[in-house]
């Protein structure tokens, strides 16, 4: 077995950046504003089946 050296907790630990955090960001609002528009739609034409 090779002889490596594990290095201390500190060092392992890698933050994601400012521009990974933007680009999830994005992600979530390209998913959700469609997903909320569709269920605010699917809510509207439900209340006429209810009335």
């Known amino acids: 077995m090779r002889n490596r050296k594990i290095p201390p907790r500190a060092e392992q630990e890698q933050h994601p950046s400012h521009a990974s955090w933007f680009l999830v960001a994005i992600a979530w609002m390209l998913v959700g504003i469609p997903l909320g528009w569709g269920i605010y739609i699917t809510l ?5 089946l209810f009335r």
């Open 44 to 48: 509207l034409k439900s209340l006429v």
